[in-house]
T-cell receptor, first 116, second 110 residues
Framework: AQSVSQHNHHVILSEAASLELGCNYSYGGTVNLFWYVQYPGQHLQLLLKYFSGDPLVKGIKGFEAEFIKSKFSFNLRKPSVQWSDTAEYFCAVTSLNNNAGNMLTFGGGTRLMVKP | NAGVTQTPKFQVLKTGQSMTLQCAQDMNHEYMSWYRQDPGMGLRLIHYSVGAGITDQGEVPNGYNVSRSTTEDFPLRLLSAAPSQTSVYFC?????????FGPGTRLTVT
């Protein structure tokens, strides 16, 4: 079964600091990769996704992620965080080679707190 | 455009009670799914459906039932609530690729 690991459970940064959140998955087949964000009290929103093509994916709000197939990684980055980026971030994977269609497997999440 | 809607937003149950969490989508999506969110564990798939009349179990199906009689609706039933089912429940739908999530139902079982 596929699994997703997010290594940082809690991250605290000051505004304008750079952000990198790690995500590794375990599945050898073809995958689609996602980063979702959950602001306090809200539901999940898609930040960005990778299906194929350029491994460097740009999403909303200045976020980007790089798919490195050889490392089974899909790390999320932002050059300069803002207080409004305080949220929980989830990496997710869906396999194209199982009967569950595009059901997602999520990582455990990373809580980001940005201090003003 | 309503997207994915869920009711209720909050619910408190006593152990042993049953209830149904409602989920509806107006995007004509074939895929629908239920996840539960618990601290430090991300979201875990409970049940999913790839079309009307077709459902299957996810990672944590025990204690939950689903049915999919229409494309739009995908209710989740708790048969006999237990404290371990205290969680936030999210319904999602998708055509192919990106999933759209509902606002969630926060359930507490005492």
């Amino acid at each position: 079964a596929q699994s997703v690991s997010q290594h940082n459970h809690h991250v605290i940064l000051s505004e304008a600091a750079s952000l990198e959140l790690g995500c590794n998955y375990s599945y050898g087949g073809t995958v689609n990769l996602f980063w979702y964000v959950q602001y306090p009290g809200q539901h999940l929103q898609l930040l960005l996704k990778y299906f194929s093509g350029d491994p460097l994916v740009k999403g909303i709000k200045g976020f980007e992620a790089e798919f490195i197939k050889s490392k089974f990684s899909f790390n999320l980055r932002k050059p300069s965080v803002q207080w409004s980026d305080t949220a929980e971030y989830f990496c997710a994977v869906t396999s194209l080679n199982n009967n569950a269609g595009n059901m997602l497997t999520f990582g455990g999440g990373t809580r980001l707190m940005v201090k003003p | 455009n309503a997207g994915v809607t869920q009711t209720p937003k909050f619910q408190v149950l006593k152990t042993g009670q049953s209830m149904t969490l409602q989920c509806a989508q107006d995007m004509n999506h074939e895929y629908m799914s239920w996840y539960r969110q618990d601290p430090g564990m991300g979201l875990r798939l409970i049940h999913y459906s790839v079309g009307a009349g077709i459902t299957d179990q996810g990672e944590v199906p025990n204690g939950y039932n689903v049915s999919r009689s229409t494309t739009e609706d995908f209710p989740l039933r708790l048969l006999s609530a237990a404290p371990s089912q205290t969680s936030v429940y999210f319904c999602a739908s998708s055509g192919w690729g990106e999933q759209y999530f509902g606002p969630g139902t926060r359930l507490t079982v005492t």
